[in-house]
């Protein structure tokens, strides 16, 4: 079956992605009073009975006035409209008509795409009243809906369907076409050295907002990308600042939702930009993918901004190696969004890492392995006696996981545990996979 797309518009602050986040059934889009927060086009699937669509939510529409990212949210808006079937052309009822609202009017007239004017924020049947007054914007009956309290979303969904007719049946039955598996790769880094650049690149076109303001990717970003004979799901995130430096509201947002994609991620890419030194921020946000055990590449963008390239790149493989020591044989890859340096090798090291974090380890190899290293000894004394290690076992991948039985949990030295992690990697091929060691007493 071919989903048909429908098209959220209108101008700023009327609603679109609270109506966007009730139609999918979840919290996507950002939604707050303050206007101008959607920038890029937020995809997701309607899964109604009568029929099931694609929804896509775009910036508020503000033509000839000359506000920031004005023109990169029309440009947005109109490659949304462009495969659209259908618009909701969204207003506030309790605004009435404005003059934007009749300039959007004309616009959408002239592009001949089947139209539903939708009357929001309609809370009250004396809104609702008000709100057939719409009809003079000449776009048929206006549905009145109050996105925010779900009232007459379901009329809403009703008129979709009735424009949108039966699904297209492409004449093969969904079970003989199985989905494949995504990889999830949430691309990572402070604000400004080039995560939207680098993700338009790699989907082929310019799917979010690039601009040298910081901070301007607000939403975390989705776009399905086949490339090699496998799917990945990537996510452009926005710029994860320094804790002081986070404002109340959008940027909040923004920066949760970034540590929630990092948790949610099969691979992470942090973006380091190459035209600057590493950054304590950098560092940090190393850490937080570290500590939620995903396995990450470190891209260093602009790198065509760089003269003294071989002298740069040694001091960038050591930086790393001390700075972010703590993530073991982490892949450092030297790219250059703007003219497509490189770029493919990003994805090939994503294979490769998640490839590391699905390795299974027999049991017999496993203790024939901590048999060797328990003989060897330690590079701190353990506290408090000695410790005797019984059996091992793999318990999970992605990390891979391992259950350790000694005689006391409580005698493993922090340098126990890193001469450990380091030689499974050595040992198994793990690469730069997060490890996950979990000791146990043998009563246990």
């Known amino acids: 079956m071919i989903l048909p797309l429908v098209a959220i518009v209108g101008a700023p602050?009327?609603?679109?992605?609270?109506?966007?986040?009730?139609?999918i059934g979840r919290r996507q889009s950002i939604v707050t009073d303050e206007p101008g927060v959607t920038r890029d086009r937020i995809y997701g699937t309607v899964q109604d009975s009568r029929t099931p669509f694609r929804l896509v939510d775009?910036?508020?529409?503000?033509?000839?006035?000359e506000t920031a990212y004005a023109r990169e949210i029309e440009r947005q808006a109109d490659a949304a409209l462009a495969e659209a079937a259908l618009v909701l052309f969204v207003v506030d009822a309790r605004a009435g008509i404005t003059a934007l609202?009749?300039?959007?009017?004309s616009m959408l007239r002239r592009l001949n795409i089947p139209l539903i004017l939708v009357a929001n924020k309609a809370d009250s049947k004396?809104?609702?009243?008000?709100?057939?007054?719409?009809?003079?914007?000449?776009?048929?009956s206006p549905v009145p809906v109050s996105a925010e309290h779900a009232l007459g979303v379901d009329d809403?969904?009703?008129?979709?369907?009735k424009v949108l007719g039966p699904l297209e049946d492409t004449g093969e039955p969904a079970q003989e076409s199985p989905e494949v598996p995504e990889l999830r790769v949430a691309i990572v880094g402070r604000p400004n050295?080039?995560?939207s650049s680098i993700f338009n690149r790699l989907v082929g076109e310019e799917r979010v907002l690039v601009s040298d303001i910081p901070g301007t990717t607000r939403d975390a970003i989705d776009t399905a990308l086949d490339f090699g004979g496998r799917r990945y799901r990537l996510i452009d995130t926005a710029g994860l600042r320094r804790r002081g430096r986070i404002q109340r509201g959008v940027d909040r947002f923004s920066s949760m939702r970034a540590r929630k994609n990092i948790e949610r991620c099969d691979v992470a890419v942090l973006v380091l930009d190459a035209s600057e030194t590493l950054a304590s921020q950098d560092a940090h946000i190393a850490g937080f993918i570290v500590d939620a055990y995903r396995p990450f590449v470190v891209v260093l963008n602009k790198w065509d901004l760089i003269s003294k390239r071989e002298e740069s790149a040694k001091r960038w493989l050591s930086d790393v190696g001390h700075r972010l020591s703590f993530a073991k044989q982490v892949p450092l890859i030297f790219v250059s969004a703007?003219?497509?340096?490189?770029?493919?090798?990003?994805?090939?090291?994503?294979?490769?890492?998640?490839?590391?974090?699905?390795?299974?380890?027999?049991?017999a190899d496993l203790n024939r392995y901590l048999h060797g290293e328990t003989e060897a000894s330690p590079s701190a004394p353990p506290p408090r006696g000695s410790l005797r290690f019984y059996y091992m076992t793999q318990t999970g991948v992605y990390p891979p996981s391992f259950v350790l039985f000694c005689n006391d949990p409580k005698k493993v030295h922090f340098s126990i545990r890193r001469r450990l992690e380091n030689a499974l990697r050595e040992r198994f091929?793990?690469?730069?996979?997060?490890?996950?060691?979990?000791?146990?007493?043998?009563r246990e």
């Open 429 to 442: 091929g793990l690469g730069a996979a997060p490890i996950r060691l979990n000791f146990r007493a043998r």
């Open 193 to 195: 050295v080039g995560k």
């Open 126 to 140: 004396a809104v609702e009243q008000e709100a057939l007054a719409l009809h003079e914007l000449g776009l048929g």
């Open 58 to 65: 775009t910036g508020g529409l503000t033509p000839r006035v």
């Open 156 to 161: 809403l969904v009703d008129a979709v369907a």
């Open 13 to 23: 602050n009327v609603g679109k992605s609270t109506l966007f986040n009730r139609l």
């Open 101 to 105: 609202d009749r300039e959007l009017t």
């Open 338 to 363: 703007l003219s497509g340096l490189r770029m493919t090798k990003i994805l090939e090291e994503v294979d490769q890492v998640h490839a590391c974090a699905g390795i299974q380890v027999p049991t």
